[in-house]
T-cell receptor
């Protein structure tokens, strides 16, 4: 019973393709996130959603579009993939406890390779 | 513009000894600092946190120290165990948001 799950674990695709990564959490959390870890190991937040509402939207190309059909799911769709999109993408979730540093629980990551 | 820095990419410690992992930050608009641990092919897992109004937080073998004047925090693990071998990420929370800024991690190896 994985808390935060992502599919697929590995994704290899050609430049120019469109792909999606799915994320689901069974913790009942209100907030979900997408992070990108690049080749230099920087782990950077891309988006966060709280109860299906976009809260954080960093300076990410608009080829990246998060979609939250319900508060347990946050999918990441990427259009026109580029070589620089190759990275490990992590989904995370947290419970909004009103101002405290809510622990973020991470999924296992999706390694995306763009050829 | 890296606001959270972990200047040591790796650290090797003998089992039973103390491991000290360091982290520096440049922004004063952080209200919490956190440490995450990451094993290969897994996502980061939360280890311990500290509020910016405190200077120490302890949880079992793990203690985090915060020196606000130096904008520096450290994670002490004592005694170190082989199972502690992992990459440790320092993170800082932007004041009153859910946004975490991560360092680049320090790979800790604990050898017998």
């Amino acid at each position: 019973d994985t808390a935060v799950s992502q599919t697929p674990k590995y994704l290899v695709t050609q430049m120019g393709n469109d792909k999606s990564i799915k994320c689901e959490q069974n913790l009942g959390h209100d907030t979900m996130y997408w992070y990108k870890q690049d080749s230099k190991k920087f782990l950077k937040i891309m988006f966060s959603y709280n109860n299906k509402e976009l809260i954080i939207n960093e300076t990410v190309p608009n080829r990246f579009s998060p979609k939250s059909p319900d508060k347990a799911h946050l999918n990441l769709h990427i259009n026109s993939l580029e070589l620089g999109d190759s990275a490990v993408y992590f989904c995370a979730s947290s419970q909004d406890s009103g101002g405290f540093a809510d622990t973020q629980y991470f999924g296992p990551g999706t390694r995306l390779t763009v050829l | 513009d890296q606001q959270v820095k972990q200047n040591s990419p790796s650290l090797s410690v003998q089992e039973g000894r103390i491991s000290i992992l360091n982290c520096d930050y440049t922004n004063s608009m952080f209200d919490y600092f956190l440490w995450y641990k990451k094993y290969p092919a897994e996502g980061p897992t939360f280890l311990i946190s500290i509020s910016s109004i405190k200077d120490k937080n302890e949880d079992g073998r793990f203690t985090v120290f915060l020196n606000k004047s130096a904008k520096h925090l450290s994670l002490h693990i004592v005694p170190s165990q082989p199972g502690d071998s992992a990459v440790y990420f320092c993170a800082a929370r932007v004041y009153n948001t859910d946004k975490l800024i991560f360092g680049t991690g320090t790979r800790l190896q604990v050898f017998p």
